[in-house]
């Protein structure tokens, strides 16, 4: 059974950090398309980091988020510098396990498996 578990999140003042991790249970999700999305109240869910392979950000967290895999562990993070208020949201891992064909790693829809998600508040 394919289970993706994250924690890491917090309360933090503005320009302040924090690491989220997501922990994978269930295949070695080092293979697959990994992702981290994250959805404000009254908002869409939104992209914020993907890897498959190389690394993918949404232009609002580049030069300030960093995602990378622990292997090892099989266990992703997502490392949050410079956090701003507008920050503030739940955040969710995502693997692509089971979808096959071509796909846009920044689509929620090209996710299969979500984690239960983090909370993230960054106060002024």
């Known amino acids: 059974q394919v289970q993706l578990v994250e924690s890491g999140g917090g309360l933090v003042q503005a320009g302040g950090s924090l690491r989220l991790s997501c922990a994978a249970s269930?295949?070695?999700?080092?293979?697959?398309?990994m992702g981290w999305f994250r959805q404000a109240p009254g908002k869409e869910r939104e992209f914020v980091a993907g890897?498959?392979?190389?690394?993918f950000y949404a232009d609002v967290v580049k030069g300030r988020f960093t995602i990378s895999n622990d292997n090892a562990k099989n266990t992703m993070y997502l490392q949050m510098n410079s956090l701003k208020p507008e920050d503030t949201a739940v955040y969710y891992c995502?693997?692509?396990?089971?979808?096959?064909?071509?796909?846009?790693?920044?689509?929620?829809?090209?996710?299969?498996?979500w984690g239960q998600g983090t909370q993230v508040t960054v106060s002024s």
């Open positions: 269930g295949r070695t999700f080092s293979s697959y398309p």
């Open positions: 995502a693997a692509r396990i089971d979808y096959t064909g071509p796909y846009y790693v920044d689509k929620r829809d090209s996710y299969d498996y």
């Open positions: 890897i498959s392979g190389s690394t």
